[in-house]
């Protein structure tokens, strides 16, 4: 087992937060070799962070900190020669890292001697099987998450009127949706920076978060994904909603996807490729007439259709291994996946459906529990 490298804080570097389970604001070495576990910190984190357990932590003052301010340096190349010192001390003289690495701190070592590579797989096949403590936090993201689901659900209820809508009288929009949605993401332990409340031709744009006044008859794909504060683990959902009577074209792309969504659904289980699951699903959509990410010719956009993947990993960041789509992976016990068939037309709308999906020894766990109504 090589020598493993990371350096960061624990809210922006996932691979770190997965080795300690903490919200640690500065930047810190975590160190793996020959199965012993240990951070370097400033003497600000070192008892929480002992106070997990199995994992060792030393204070910067170890590796001469006091001696490297008393020089005068600025406190970057300070950290920088602590890293250095405490790699010396422990012997290490080649390590892997993650891609996201510091390059000044690479640098700063290799000048000291110590090898220094990259390997990525590494890092992601330790986080692919989610601890106890990653699993609980995703269980309570995807409640705030359904939470959020119910109070879009809840005014989209109270709308009225045939041309604008509105809800006690105020203008039914995208940003007053947000804001009830990022309410119960609040009262369920969970925050998010961004989410996808896309109305209309908004809907057919992958990653349009949506915007303005809200119409009758129209697709509205919320696709909510916040993050576990405690954990900071995410959870990911995606529905369709249109108030009133949806037309055929939508109500034929809603009982396609729901459909893909139950067949993707039921191919899960350890051992299976992602590519065979996206494959599955394309070959609902293509027979159904539709074009797909496979079907398209080479170096084009396709913009109509299912566009895009089937689904991806989901943990300490939104979109993680394993991915499922045209690149894959086979599923491991201990993964959590977004599965998440759709169809699209530009400058028109389209359908998204999304679960987020448990992969276990016998199978699979749902844990979503929302229901899939397209019309309020």
């Known amino acids: 087992m090589p020598v493993l490298l990371i350096v960061g804080d624990t809210f922006r570097t996932p691979e770190l937060r997965h080795e300690v389970s903490l919200g640690v604001p500065d930047p810190f070495l975590f160190l793996e070799s020959e199965g012993a576990r240990r ?29 490297l301010i008393a020089r005068g340096l600025p406190i970057e190349e300070i950290l920088r020669e602590v890293y250095v010192n405490a790699c010396v001390a422990f012997g290490v003289d080649a390590a892997v890292v993650p891609n996201g690495f510091p390059l000044a701190v690479a640098e700063r070592l290799r000048a000291a001697g110590i090898q220094v590579n990259t390997d990525q797989g590494v890092f992601d096949k330790r986080r692919r099987v989610k601890s106890g ?10 409640r705030a998450a359904e939470a959020g689901m119910q109070a879009c659900v809840d005014l989209l209820r109270q709308a009225a009127g045939d041309g604008a809508l509105a809800v006690d009288g105020q203008p039914l929009t995208v940003e ?5 949605v990022e309410a119960a993401f609040l009262r369920h332990g969970s925050t998010a920076d961004e989410f ?18 809200i119409g009758r008859g129209e697709s509205i794909v919320v696709d909510l994904w916040p993050r576990d504060r405690e954990s900071a683990c995410f959870a990911d959902m995606t529905r ?19 459909e893909a969504l139950d067949l993707a659904t039921a191919m899960i289980r350890p051992g299976v490729a992602g590519v065979a699951v996206y494959g599955a699903v394309c070959d609902h959509f293509e027979a159904a007439g539709y074009p797909t990410g496979r079907t398209k010719a080479p170096g084009t956009v396709l913009q109509d259709g299912f566009f895009h993947g089937l689904g991806h990993g989901v943990g300490l960041e939104v979109h993680e ?6 690149y894959t992976d086979d599923l491991v016990a201990g993964d959590v996946v977004t599965i998440e068939p759709g169809l699209y037309r530009k400058g028109y709308g389209g359908v998204r459906l999304e679960d987020l999906i448990l992969v276990t020894e016998g199978g699979y766990e749902n844990l979503t529990a929302f229901p899939y109504d397209l019309e309020i």
């Open 240 to 258: 369709t909603f249109v108030v009133g009577e949806a037309p055929p074209d939508l109500r034929e792309f809603h009982r396609l996807t729901k």
């Open 196 to 213: 996808i409340v896309a109305r209309g031709a908004q809907a057919a744009v992958g990653h349009d978060m949506g915007s303005g006044a």
């Open 133 to 142: 403590a990653e699993l609980d936090g995703i269980r309570r993201a995807q």
């Open 39 to 67: 951070a370097v910190v400033s003497a600000l984190e070192v008892d929480r962070i002992a106070g997990l357990g199995g994992l060792e932590a030393h204070a910067y003052e170890e590796y001469g900190y006091d001696e």
């Open 176 to 180: 007053l949706v947000k804001q009830h």
């Open 321 to 326: 291994r394993p991915a499922m789509g045209r």
